[in-house]
């Protein structure tokens, strides 16, 4: 393999700017730069970054890798993408030919990036090989995915060779605190340590911000093209239903039956179903079928599940009907578009609360309960929340305050002692 392909930097340091990745950034107005640049990889560990395509992974990458050439030898910093080996074999071969070019180059291997290695089958038996062999001496890895669960159970196969340091990072798309950062930093300067009270003062310029976010979520892409043209082209469109296609196709999965269960998740969405009546409002029939589907769906970052928490004795009933959302506003205006099928407004803003919720728990489960009446979501601190997207909030929708710890009600505008707008609540951090 001619190694300098993907790594012109060894040639000469200013090569990673004329990178497509580094370049296209400059075409962008607002360029998100991802808190784990900051993350200190250390030598002697392994890292993944998980997150779905087309999120910014690889950009990431030349980013660390420009930060990382103005301090350490060129060579020192190894790049791959993996959408182009087969087998295991053939990355450990690839590995081979960089630790033998650093011994003729008098280079020490300081950072092995492997970027998209879920597209290799066994990966982690490749890599296991090279740190047992010890084939590239001290090097961090940092190994990129956008399989979760593959990149999960891989890593959980190299008991002892992730080193002291080693974990698991998230590279998703952007949360609504993170998007008005992004597009107006300085406003997020001034305002990001505000409170809740201060925050009353804000709530207007939040929710001009709130409007735009529902149209892009948070995808940097997205948001740039939108935010430049005040329009999101059709080819945007078309490239997050291909990256989604493309994935299903991958793990043996077919278009129609995802196209089916997708317009069954739209129709019924943020209301408890079971797998059988997803099942039943389509041609699947079977409830296993929707399982998988859910499962490769869940884990590229495209829908999270709701499941049912019973209060009363304090545990997950994980066979209770659940709630499907998608993880992302815009990848819902995706299918929504695709497939022709409206989402009520405050049941696509409820599913906003859930990533938000899901992501503090550091991609943990997410509950909702029934007791009176359904509260929508449960925090694993014994919160309650309930998203009521409208200006009337009445004694009613307090009616389960009693069984939390805390209770909220998330409105359009209104602020109380339990309300708050829901654009408020998903500027700050944690209650």
Not at 198 to 205: A, D, T, V
Request: proline residues 3%; aromatic residues 14%.
């Amino acid at each position: 393999m001619e190694l300098m392909t993907l790594n012109p930097w060894w040639e000469h340091k200013s090569a990673i700017n004329l990178d497509k990745h580094v370049r296209a950034l400059e075409n962008f107005k607002y360029v998100h730069h991802p808190t784990i640049l900051k993350e200190d990889f250390k030598k002697c560990s392994l890292y993944t970054i998980r997150g779905p395509r087309q999120i910014g992974k690889t950009t990431f990458l030349k980013l660390f890798i420009r930060e990382k050439l103005k301090t350490i030898p060129k060579e020192n910093i190894f790049y791959w993408s993996c959408d182009n080996l087969v087998s295991k074999d053939d990355l450990i071969k690839l590995l081979k030919e960089y630790s033998d070019f650093c011994s003729i180059k008098g280079a020490e291997p300081e950072y092995i990036l492997l970027d998209e290695i879920t597209e290799i089958q066994d990966w982690q038996k490749a890599v296991k090989f090279v740190i047992d062999n010890d084939i590239t001496k001290d090097a961090c890895y940092i190994l990129t995915g956008s399989n979760a669960m593959d990149l999960k159970k891989g890593a959980e196969r190299l008991p002892g060779r992730r080193g002291r340091h080693g974990k698991d990072l998230f590279l998703l798309p952007l949360t609504f605190r993170e998007y008005v950062e992004l597009v107006d930093p300085g406003w997020y300067e001034g305002h990001y340590n505000d409170s809740i009270e201060e925050l009353k003062f804000s709530s207007e310029k939040l929710r001009i911000f709130f409007e735009k976010f529902l149209i892009t979520g948070g995808i940097p892409l997205v948001i740039n093209e939108y935010e430049m043209n005040r329009e999101i082209p059709n080819f945007i469109f078309d490239l997050y239903y291909s990256w989604i296609i493309g994935d299903i196709l991958k793990e043996g999965k077919n278009e129609q039956t995802l196209k089916e269960l997708m317009r069954s998740i739209l129709v019924c969405y943020s209301t408890p179903v079971s797998w059988d009546s997803l099942a039943k409002r389509s041609s699947i029939k079977s409830h296993v079928t929707i399982a998988s589907y859910i499962e490769v769906l869940s884990n590229i970052f495209v829908v999270l599940d709701c499941y049912f928490y019973n209060i009363h004795e304090k545990k997950v009933n994980f066979n209770k009907n659940k709630k499907i959302y998608l993880y992302d506003p815009f990848i819902l205006r995706v299918f929504s578009e695709r497939l022709n099928i409206y989402v009520d407004r405050e049941k696509m803003i409820e599913g906003i609360v859930g990533a938000k919720i899901k992501q503090e728990d550091v991609l943990g489960d997410i509950y909702f309960t029934n007791i009176k009446k359904e509260t929508d979501f449960v925090t694993i601190s014994g919160s309650g929340i309930d998203v009521k997207y409208q200006n009337n909030i009445s004694k009613e929708d307090f009616t389960n305050r009693r069984y939390f710890n805390d209770f909220k009600v998330l409105s359009k505008d209104i602020f109380d002692r339990d309300t708050l707008p829901v654009h408020v609540y998903l500027f700050i951090e944690r209650i």
